[in-house]
């Protein structure tokens, strides 16, 4: 059974910085590109970083210079380090494997409140 569960979320000013630990179970994580994706209210989930299972980060242009996605296959974690965060960044973020077809089970997610 697949379980992702999110943590590192918070509180914080703009200019800010947090960091995003996912810890996946199960067979989602091991040679499968994963991703963080983000649902602020009244919008629909967006993919905002992905990394291919061998390290290759891509990124959404809203966050690109800002956000950094990085992975560690020994202990199946992805991450995501939010620097110089905005008010628009504020949402849950959740990950997931990067390919709709190789998605689990949507874990709870991390709320990240960003205050001007």
């Known amino acids: 059974q697949v379980q992702l569960v999110e943590s590192g979320g918070g509180l914080v000013q703009a200019g800010g910085s947090l960091r995003l630990s996912c810890v996946a179970s199960?067979?989602?994580?091991?040679?499968?590109?994963m991703g963080w994706y983000r649902q602020a209210p009244g919008k629909e989930r967006e993919l905002v970083a992905a990394?291919?299972?061998?390290?290759?980060?891509n990124y959404e242009n809203s966050v690109k210079g800002r956000f950094t996605i990085s992975r560690d296959n020994a202990k199946k974690t992805v991450y995501l380090q939010m620097n110089s965060l905005r008010p628009e960044d504020t949402a849950v973020y959740y990950c997931?494997?990067?390919?709709?077809?190789?998605?689990?089970?949507w874990g709870q997610g991390t709320q990240v409140t960003v205050s001007s």
């Open positions: 997931n494997a990067a390919l709709i077809n190789r998605r689990g089970q």
């Open positions: 199960g067979s989602i994580f091991s040679g499968n590109a």
């Open positions: 990394i291919s299972s061998g390290g290759s980060p």
